[in-house]
């Protein structure tokens, strides 16, 4: 079983970099800012050879760095698809200007690794023990789970995932409203953009968007369905910090194992559905 896991997560790593090449050409901030969080989170199924059958206390400042970087990733996924809807939908409104691209750059790159590191950072504030160990997943953010860990690390990766879907909207109402304009735009422009391209882009936003908000669903239900705990206090919430709580795999019921299995297996998914917009098709 150990394999199931730890394979599709090398082979989706390699496949996401295939677009790579065309991808830093176009030098576009959020689909570079996909790649890469999507390859360093698969890269990271090295847990599952690590961990394959025990929860040995191995590899520490490994899973110190894993485990933050899959907290500013669940939020910058999604944010990464917010920021190119939103540069889909200005392009489709006719509103990209030298002054509105240069805004857009500073806030692609707020939104695709400063916004994710800041929620890195905020993580600790919520973060209960050091971190967990899953036999056979490997090292697991810890989370102290109240309100705050809703506000401040598990609402901003929702708030995003539904903004780029509202942007995918209009986005869409503008480019069927001004279709032909739109063409034509594109045909006089030298930004090396095609009709085709805009439109892989938008479906791949579209539904790489909404399964990013499936599984930010789902895993807000998981984690919360159980109701939240009282913050009592920084002293009381982060008492015995340098705790590693090891889970082995047969103390999980069946529903939760069935959870855990679908959740590790969305990465690569993800993975999947990005690679396969781009990997068979010019990216101009």
């Not at 970099?17 to 999507?38: E, Y």
């Not at 598990?154 to 279709?179: H, K, N, T, W, Y």
């Not at 882009?201 to 369905?225: F, H």
């Not at 069935?258 to 297996?265: D, G, I």
């Amino acid at each position: 079983m150990p394999g199931a896991l730890y394979a599709p997560a090398f082979v989706a790593a390699a496949l996401v970099l295939v677009p790579l090449p065309g991808h830093w050409r176009a030098r576009n901030i959020p689909t570079l800012s996909i790649i890469s969080w999507l390859f360093i989170l698969n890269v990271s199924g090295v847990n599952a050879v690590v961990w394959a059958g025990n929860t040995d206390l191995v590899l520490p400042v490994w899973c110190d760095i894993v485990t933050k970087i899959k907290i500013g990733a669940t939020f910058a996924l999604p944010s990464s698809c917010l920021c190119l809807a939103v540069q889909l939908h200005a392009i489709a409104s006719f509103l990209k200007t030298s002054n509105r691209r240069r805004r857009a750059m500073v806030l692609d790159l707020v939104l695709c690794y400063g916004l994710p590191i800041l929620i890195m950072a905020l993580h600790y504030i919520v973060q209960g023990h050091r971190y967990d160990i899953v036999e056979d997943f490997g090292c697991r953010p810890a989370m102290y789970i109240s309100w705050l860990s809703l506000l401040l690390v598990d609402l901003p990766p929702a708030i995003a995932s539904f903004l780029a879907l509202v942007f995918c909207g209009l986005a869409l109402s503008s480019f069927f409203r001004r279709r032909s304009a739109f063409i034509h735009m594109i045909k006089e422009s030298d930004s090396g953009l095609t009709t085709s391209r805009y439109v892989r882009l938008m479906a791949m936003t579209t539904l790489l968007g909404t399964w990013n908000a499936i599984v930010i669903g789902i895993g807000l239900w998981a984690t919360y369905s159980d109701g939240l705990r009282p913050w009592t206090s920084w002293a009381d919430v982060h008492f015995n910090f340098s705790r590693i709580q090891p889970y082995p795999i047969a103390e999980f019921p069946g529903p939760l194992l069935r959870l855990t299995y679908l959740l590790w297996a969305a990465v690569p998914i993800s993975a999947l559905l990005f690679f396969s917009f781009f990997a068979f098709g010019k990216m101009q």
